[in-house]
């Protein structure tokens, strides 16, 4: 019990205390609409082809850079893959194969930037073309990709062997569609290899998905209960995931910290996906999906295993070693903490300002009652203007400073 309130209060700390990281808008991209764009799909964003057999498409970008310094920009074309959590990556690069199943082209392949890398001056718009070759025997289905343009001295690169599911924006990515018949295919989701775990130093089950056709997978959920020895039963669901063409994803269930003892297990799997037409499956969500997809398997995790498993395990590690009353203290002291912040932030406090001319004649004072992420607009007194911003009539006071004194002169007619 006292383990699962750290992990609650550890995930509090996480969110409190961490700031998110998002791409910013230095850097806008955007496409011409090709002459082959399908019909409905105009003015989207991407590029939604229907081509022809060996057909090469000209792409036209414009590169904006908002920014007040050059940048080097490097321009690279990629292939939809799926992430761990249900994601498309619309610009994975170099992949291995097990992340795909049975996908016939890869779009890095078949998207040509005319440039590498291009650059872009100070407020400056470039623009760029990148060919989309369609192969000799045509698409059946659908062929995904995506187009990067990414500054130099990005912080985080794609990596396919990543684990851990979360995505840093570095660039700036625009998807590609192509395909040489509007056909519509019927997706075929696969349920392969389930198997016992230790990803970055944490156990879990793996379970391994496959979108085995060259189409989209959209509106998946996922139900994962495993049943074990010694009472053990592990559980997760997902909503709203999503399967590029032809990829696979491995779904994990983590133990949190709770040992895998050897043994056999019961392992249920449940996907749900489609819900445009046809809707004919109840979904434990409440939800309707036009297919269904049934696993079961057995797990089966050696005394070995299960061992190795255990003793590498991080969580479990910290479980063992942590005495009982130190734990308690550390739960009360982060609680604290916690309060105590959430007080500072949310209590109201009296911010004080006043307009001064020069020699400190004060010419109005006054307070407002604000919170510390709070702001308030204060007129300036009339017949004058601020010193420092002398074509504003107002200015904004905010609760992060107690004392605000802003200076004015009188407006002389």
Do not use: C
């Amino acid at each position: 019990m006292m383990r699962r309130v750290l992990l609650v209060i550890l995930g509090i700390l996480f969110v409190v205390f961490t700031k998110p990281a998002f791409a910013d808008d230095d850097l806008s991209v955007s496409l011409h609409t090709p002459g082959n764009q399908r019909e409905g799909a105009a003015n989207q964003g991407y590029a939604d082809l229907l081509t022809k057999p060996g057909e090469v498409t000209r792409l036209t970008f414009e590169v904006t850079n908002n920014t007040n310094e050059s940048k080097q920009i490097a321009i690279t074309g990629g292939t939809a893959g799926t992430s761990e959590n249900g994601t498309i990556v619309y610009a994975s690069k170099d992949w291995p194969a097990n992340k795909f199943s049975g996908m016939s082209e890869r779009m890095e392949n078949l998207i040509v930037p005319s440039e590498g890398d291009i650059t872009v001056g100070a407020k400056e718009t470039r623009t760029t073309t990148v060919d989309v070759k369609t192969p000799e025997n045509g698409i059946s289905g659908i062929l995904a990709g995506g187009v990067s343009f990414v500054p130099d001295t990005p912080q985080i690169s794609n990596r396919a062997t990543a684990t851990i599911p979360i995505t840093t924006e570095v660039g700036y990515t625009i998807a590609i569609f192509n395909r040489t018949s509007n056909a519509i295919l019927v997706p075929d989701l696969s349920i392969g290899a389930v198997t016992a775990n230790l990803t970055n130093s944490q156990s879990n089950v793996s379970i391994q998905l496959a979108n085995n056709t060259a189409t989209f997978l959209n509106d998946l959920y996922l139900s994962v209960s495993i049943d074990g020895p010694e009472g053990i039963n592990l559980q997760r669901t997902s909503k709203n995931m999503q399967m590029a063409p032809n990829t696979k994803m491995t779904y994990r269930i983590w133990t949190n910290g709770q040992a895998l003892h050897s043994g056999s297990y019961d392992v249920q799997i449940n996907a749900y996906y489609g819900r445009k037409d046809n809707l004919r499956f109840d979904a434990p969500d409440g939800k309707r999906y036009t297919y269904h997809t049934h696993g079961q398997t057995t797990l089966k995790i050696s005394a070995k295993q299960a061992n190795d498993i255990a003793k590498n395990d991080a969580l479990m590690r910290v479980k063992n070693q942590i005495p009982m009353w130190l734990a308690a203290v550390l739960v009360v002291v982060v609680i604290a903490l916690v309060a105590g912040l959430a007080w500072f932030m949310l209590r109201r406090r009296s911010i004080q300002f006043m307009f001064v001319l020069s020699g400190q004649n004060i010419i109005e004072r006054g307070t407002v009652q604000l919170r510390w992420y709070e702001q308030q607009t204060v007129l300036v007194p009339h017949g004058y203007y601020l010193v420092d911003f002398a074509d504003e009539t107002a200015i904004s006071v905010t609760g992060r400073k107690k004392e605000n004194t802003y200076s004015v002169e009188k407006i002389h007619i």
